[in-house]
């Protein structure tokens, strides 16, 4: 079980089960919303529990990002139509076990770092 909240703690969330796919996202909207890179793990809806209200923003036709309307934490990815929610590696409490698997969107990167963890990169992988 994984346990998390933003910064004010107006908003936690539980992971019921064991969440997949710890990724970083270098895209352009990931990076302005973050302020760097964004990193996340995929949660199955079923298994996400949320308290508190988040707001949701629609950054494209496909997806949505929520964040925590007090303190602006940026908490969680959704597809349209994806069974599950990315939820912020950044925002989970206490040991997690877990170890980014992938970048994605390195094309659209900042030109200001580099990317050395040896963790597999795709240039527009989703």
Same mark, same amino acid.
């Given at each position: $079980?994984?346990?998390?909240? !933003?910064? !004010?703690?107006?908003?936690?969330?539980?992971? /019921?089960?064991?969440?997949? %796919?710890?990724?970083? #996202?270098? #895209?352009? =909207? #990931?990076?302005? =919303?973050?302020? @760097? @890179?964004?990193?996340?793990? /995929?949660? $199955? &809806?079923? &298994?996400?529990?949320?308290?508190?209200?988040?707001?949701?923003?629609?950054?494209?036709?496909?997806?949505?990002?929520?964040?925590?309307?007090? #303190?602006?934490?940026?908490?969680?990815?959704?597809? /349209?139509? &994806?069974?599950?929610?990315? *939820?912020? +590696?950044?925002? +989970? &409490?206490?040991?997690?076990?877990?170890? +980014?698997?992938?970048?994605?969107?390195?094309?659209?990167?900042? %030109?200001?770092?580099?990317?050395? %963890?040896? *963790?597999? =990169?795709?240039? /527009?992988?989703?």
């Amino acid at each position: $079980m994984l346990n998390g909240s !933003c910064l !004010c703690g107006a908003i936690t969330f539980t992971a /019921q089960k064991a969440a997949r %796919d710890p990724a970083a #996202c270098h #895209c352009g =909207q #990931c990076r302005k =919303q973050s302020g @760097h @890179h964004w990193a996340s793990v /995929q949660v $199955m &809806d079923d &298994d996400l529990t949320i308290h508190g209200t988040p707001s949701w923003y629609a950054s494209s036709k496909t997806a949505k990002r929520g964040f925590c309307p007090t #303190c602006g934490s940026f908490l969680f990815w959704k597809g /349209q139509s &994806d069974p599950d929610t990315g *939820v912020s +590696l950044g925002a +989970l &409490d206490g040991p997690t076990g877990l170890k +980014l698997e992938r970048h994605i969107f390195t094309a659209d990167k900042g %030109d200001y770092y580099e990317i050395t %963890d040896n *963790v597999r =990169q795709g240039e /527009q992988e989703t």
